[in-house]
């Protein structure tokens, strides 16, 4: 049976890694991106493949069943891969509910159509999830999130993620829905929306402007190649077992603080700056509310099962990030008009 893959969420960070990966690795597949293109979609990140035979465009909200049907019944979509998201924790302190309705309504609606459309054949169509490590909550100084770790979310963000999860599950086991889950760590590299920690910063340092570290920068978090994340969603849609999740990391741990130091450095030395410059712009902020202190990946069991590692160590993922943006100016310059000179004030200003 020919595949007609509906990846949601394509224009996005991960999304736009994830579809470009799928148009080139599987030229047999049709690929239909559908996103709504929210602040943080862009069609520019995917310039380079845009023309492929074997990829279509539809701008649709998750929001809208209507129109969503409409995809499904024109695509004769025989698979999903669901990225589409509410995707920053700070954004969803701020307003809770925009990630009630895409993150778990959106997700709903996309169940909906999987279970009506596939029905009588669900061993044949396969409904991937894409999640975060951020539904176990918080770790204290030591140990990992395995696959059987109880959910405890903290914040609007990861509870929503946590609710969709669920709702997947819920879907298999009642209704024998097709499906596989991945929760991967924090991920980073090219056409990252800088709202998030490490495309943040670069572009912050670029301009010379302070790095608002949150509290004391002692919180940990488990950093992975955005790559690497795409080849993990290949292998586990393909790969995976049904009804099973799989969590996705690089045991590579990093305190905030570390980091933005390490990140100091290489900009530094990027940009031909003097040594010690870009450190002088760290500044200390008001901590993120309901703040997880540490989140880190067990592996295991993707890489045992499934034959699945990343690709490149994390001083060669941030080099080739920090040059993508370095090259990419023009692209940072006009994510970073507009709104989103609305939201830095109201994120940062005064904090
Ligand atoms: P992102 O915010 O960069 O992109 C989200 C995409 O979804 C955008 O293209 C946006 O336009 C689209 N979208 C948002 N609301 C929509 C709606 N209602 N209808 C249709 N499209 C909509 O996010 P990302 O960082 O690429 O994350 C993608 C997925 O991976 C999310 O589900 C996220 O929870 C998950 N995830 C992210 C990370 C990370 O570190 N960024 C780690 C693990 C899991
Ligand atoms: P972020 O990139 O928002 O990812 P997440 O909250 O999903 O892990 O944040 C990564 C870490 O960096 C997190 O501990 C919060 C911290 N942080 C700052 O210290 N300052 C900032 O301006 C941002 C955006 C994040």
Redesign the pocket.
């Known amino acids: 049976m020919p595949k007609n893959i509906l990846i949601?969420?394509?224009?996005?960070?991960?999304?736009s890694h994830v579809v470009r990966l799928f148009v080139t690795k599987y030229p047999e597949y049709t690929i239909i991106n559908?996103?709504?293109?929210?602040?943080?979609?862009?069609l520019e990140n995917l310039r380079d493949i845009e023309n492929a035979p074997n990829y279509r465009f539809e701008k649709?909200?998750?929001?809208d069943a209507t129109a969503l049907q409409e995809v499904f019944e024109k695509h004769q979509v025989t698979d999903v891969i669901?990225?589409?998201?509410?995707?920053?924790v700070d954004r969803s302190i701020l307003s809770p509910l925009d990630f009630v309705?895409?993150?778990i309504i959106?997700t709903v609606n996309l169940l909906n159509l999987a279970k009506d459309k596939w029905k009588g054949n669900y061993a044949n169509h396969r409904f991937h999830h894409?999640?975060?490590?951020?539904v176990f909550g918080t770790l204290g100084d030591t140990g990992f999130f395995t696959e059987t770790t109880p959910y405890s979310p903290n914040s609007p963000y990861s509870a929503s993620?946590a609710g969709s999860d669920h709702f997947v599950r819920a879907y298999g086991e009642t209704y024998g829905l097709g499906y596989v889950m991945t929760?991967?760590?924090?991920?980073?590299g090219p056409n990252?929306?800088p709202e998030?920690l490490i495309p943040l910063f670069i572009n912050n340092i670029i301009h010379n402007k302070p790095l608002p570290v949150y509290g004391k920068g002692d919180n940990t978090r488990d950093w992975l190649y955005v790559i690497d994340?795409a080849t993990a969603i290949d292998t586990v849609f393909h790969n995976g077992k049904n009804h099973e999740g799989y969590n996705v990391g690089g045991f590579n741990e990093w305190k905030n603080i570390d980091l933005v130091k390490l990140l100091c450095k290489i900009m530094d030395e990027k940009l031909g700056r003097t040594a010690g410059s870009s450190e002088k712009l760290i500044s200390y902020v008001t901590d993120r509310p309901g703040h997880d202190l540490r989140y880190a990946i067990d592996a295991n069991k993707i890489n045992k099962e499934l034959g699945w590692k990343p690709s490149v160590t994390f001083e060669e993922g941030l080099g080739k990030t920090i040059d993508w943006y370095l090259t990419n100016e023009e692209w940072l310059k006009n994510v970073t008009s507009g709104a989103y000179q609305q939201y830095y004030e109201n994120q940062y200003d005064g904090r």
């Open positions: 949601t969420g394509g224009a996005g960070f991960i999304g559908l996103d709504a293109l929210t602040y943080a979609g862009n649709v909200n998750i929001l669901h990225l589409a998201a509410e995707s920053h309705y895409t993150n959106g894409v999640s975060t490590d951020e993620k929760n991967c760590s924090n991920n980073y990252h929306f998030k994340h």
